[in-house]
Every structure is written in structure tokens, then in C-alpha cells.
């Protein structure tokens, strides 16, 4: 059995060989293609109607999802830059999602306290991130705390790079919604307001973070940090407020507090996996504010409640592709909300199907994390069948 080293070194091998001479060869893409298959055993797994990500470290999850995305191959397909945080902390890394689409259109890719792993240098050599305009050029985000070791691998990668730093959650979250109205030139009205305690429940949020420019903000079930209490003053009274979980995620005490800074809605469900499908369902008609998916021909994010810093690496899979909000799942099977949702994005045809639209899954973590059996579910659940019921190849 391949130890963690081993598996390490052995997507650095891959890594290594893929796109980093001659971008345009053909011959050469093939050839990395058949190292990408030798060097990793099946890092993804692929059904008609779901993708996983065959991994349940979240470093090298991260990786893969970067690779998914940005092919790297032309510059129209590089990142600007990248964001990097540690996958010691979900609460910085969650808040730092805010920066994928817009200044990085790029990934979050993870360090820990040694530094950044073989495979994210890697990654990293084959992104050669373009330098973000809006951002005076910078490759690399790191936000939150950073070993010196990290710095001097950045340094020898010749990345320019800008930090936000801060140990507490809240402080950094409200950095980072400062640092990105800077960036854009305006600060979005809306703020998404999450519990700092309960990911299972707030992580629904960091999709769509990922995705759109409401950042997302921290409370604790009964309080409201100063930092938050700032971020929502910047607005002046106008804020438009939406806040994930229900009350034992976010008290009743709270959201009364968070109506002085605006318009206040909640965004709930009884347990993480309703949670989520409400979160992926809500659309605020008035503002825009939400995914607003309740009909077929959409995409979703499939991981577990209890994986938060999975849930960050997978996030860059709501910004390129099929923008695809995350749904939860339990490792066995799909919950009931689950379910009654798939039903709702299950593609119908009248005549052929052909017609289309079709739906599809995105799903993140190894067997271990997600089973065979529920990959094989949610595959058979978004399969497009006939309006009128019955065998889907019935007289094919």
C-alpha cells in the first residue's frame, strides 16, 4: 500500500510532465495525458452524468479541481492568479473563495505549516498564473497566515505576490471584503452572513462567493464580532443581508441585530443537507442574489457536511464549466432533501433523448469519502427519462 509520501510524490511526478515544455505539441499532450493515468491511480472517476475528483486530501483535491479547470495550455485558459491559504483553517480558507472569480479568476491551492507540498509547486509551475490587471499584475494571493517556509518557495517560483494576512476569521473576512472592493473599484451591497462554529452549515455559501462578488461574513450563534459589525457599517445603513442556516446555526438574537445594517433574509434549512438544497434554490428576484436552480439542465457540487476544507478546494467548480452550487451528501446514500432535489433536476424528454437539457454532478472526495453506491445513485438520479414515465430506452 502506497503511503501518503508515496501518493504525494507520485502526483508531483505527474505534475512535473504535465504542460511544462512545449504547450503546443500535440504529441507531447498525449504523452502527459498517459503520466497523468500512470502516476496517479485514476485521479478522476467519470459516469455519464458525474465527475469525481478521486481524492479525499484536500490539498491534492485542490490540485486536481485546478487542473479540471485551467488546462493551461494557452493563455486564454491560464489563471490571472491564484489564492493560497493554509487547509489548517476551513474558517480563512472558506472566506478566501471570494477571490476566485474576481481578481484571480484562478484556484484556491493549499499549504500547511512545512510549506507548500511538491504537487502544489508543481501545480504552480504549470499554471504560470498571467498576473491579475485589476491587481497591479499580482500571481498569488495568500491570505491569512503564512510560514516563512511558503515565502521562500514563492520567491524561488518568481510569483509576485500580495498577502492578506490576520489569524482571526472575522478580521480576515472583513479584509478580504475591503481588499476586494479595492480590487473592483466598488463594494457589493450584499453580504452573505455565516456561522464561524457550524460549517456544515455556512459552507453552502463559499460557491457562491466563488462565483459572484458578495463576500462572506462570520458570527458566532449569539454574537456578532467587531470586525463584522465594521464590514456592515462600510454600507451605510443599506446592506442587503442574507444569512445561511437556521437559528441553531444563527440565533434569532442576531438577525434581529443585523437589521440595523439592512435588509435582512434568512436562507435555512432543519438539517445540512436541506440547508443546502435551500441555499441552491433561493434566488432573491429584487437583488439577483442567488442560485435560484429548481429546473433541470444544471450542475451541482456532491461532497460530505463533514469535509470543510474539501468543500474550499472544490469551490473553483462553481466559477468556470458548469457553475454548480454544493449539495451535501452522506457517504452511503443521497438524504431525502437530496433526493427530492435530484428529482427536480432530473432531465425530461417527450420524444427522444436527445432533446436534452441534462443534468450533471461534480462529485469530490475518494470511495472512502463518497461511495461507489452513491456516485452510481446521484449518476442514475440525474439520467434525462421520458415526460410520460417508464424505461428511459423503451423501443431504442
Avoid at 27 to 37: L, P, V
Avoid at 208 to 213: E, K, L, R, V, Y
Avoid at 237 to 255: F, L, N, T, W
Wanted: proline share 7%; with cysteine.
Amino acid at each position: 500500500m502506497k503511503t501518503k509520501a508515496m501518493a504525494f510524490a507520485g502526483l508531483a511526478l505527474m505534475l512535473g510532465g504535465v504542460l511544462s515544455g512545449c504547450a503546443n505539441n500535440a504529441n507531447d499532450a498525449a504523452n502527459q495525458q498517459t503520466m497523468n493515468a500512470e502516476a496517479v491511480s485514476t485521479p478522476w472517476i467519470a459516469t455519464k452524468n458525474t465527475t469525481r475528483i478521486n481524492t479525499s486530501d484536500p490539498v491534492l483535491a485542490a490540485v486536481l479541481v485546478s487542473q479540471s479547470l485551467w488546462t493551461a495550455q494557452t493563455n486564454n485558459n491560464r489563471p490571472s492568479s491564484v489564492v493560497l491559504t493554509s487547509v489548517d483553517n476551513w474558517q480563512i480558507a472558506a472566506v478566501s473563495a471570494d477571490l476566485i472569480h474576481h481578481p484571480s479568476n484562478g484556484p484556491v491551492l493549499f499549504f500547511n505549516k512545512d510549506g507548500l507540498s511538491e504537487a502544489t509547486v508543481h501545480e504552480l509551475k504549470r499554471l504560470k498564473p498571467l498576473g491579475a490587471d485589476s491587481n497591479e499584475g499580482m500571481q498569488a494571493v495568500i491570505v491569512g497566515p503564512v510560514p516563512d517556509s511558503v515565502m521562500v518557495q514563492l520567491q524561488e517560483l518568481k510569483l509576485k505576490v500580495d498577502t492578506i494576512a490576520g489569524n482571526d476569521p472575522a478580521e480576515v473576512a472583513q479584509a478580504i471584503d475591503a481588499y476586494y472592493a479595492k480590487v473592483a473599484g466598488e463594494q457589493p451591497p450584499g453580504v452573505i452572513i455565516g456561522s464561524m462554529d457550524r460549517p456544515e452549515y455556512t459552507l453552502p455559501a463559499v460557491n457562491w462567493i466563488a462565483h459572484m462578488p458578495e463576500p462572506l461574513l462570520y458570527v458566532s450563534k449569539n454574537d456578532i464580532p467587531a470586525a463584522t459589525v465594521e464590514a456592515l457599517r462600510a454600507r451605510n445603513g443599506k446592506a442587503r443581508i442574507y444569512i445561511i442556516g437556521p437559528e441553531k446555526a444563527v440565533s434569532a438574537g442576531v438577525e434581529q441585530k443585523l437589521a440595523e445594517y439592512g435588509q435582512v433574509t434568512r436562507i435555512s434549512g432543519e438539517d445540512p443537507f436541506a440547508n443546502a438544497v435551500a441555499f441552491a434554490q433561493f434566488k432573491d428576484a429584487a437583488s439577483g442574489f442567488g442560485w435560484g436552480i429548481t429546473t433541470p439542465g444544471h450542475n451541482v457540487s456532491l461532497l460530505p457536511e463533514n469535509e470543510p476544507l474539501l468543500a474550499v478546494a472544490a469551490a473553483p467548480l462553481s466559477h468556470l464549466g458548469k457553475h454548480a452550487p454544493l449539495i451535501f451528501t452522506q457517504k452511503d446514500h443521497l438524504p431525502d432533501a437530496v433526493m427530492n432535489y435530484s428529482m427536480a433536476l432530473q432531465p425530461k424528454f417527450i420524444e427522444s433523448p436527445a432533446e436534452g437539457p441534462y443534468s450533471h454532478a461534480w462529485i469530490t472526495g475518494g470511495t472512502d469519502t463518497v461511495s461507489a453506491r452513491t456516485q452510481s445513485e446521484i449518476d442514475d438520479m440525474l439520467e434525462i427519462s421520458p415526460a410520460s414515465g417508464g424505461n428511459p430506452h423503451a423501443g431504442h
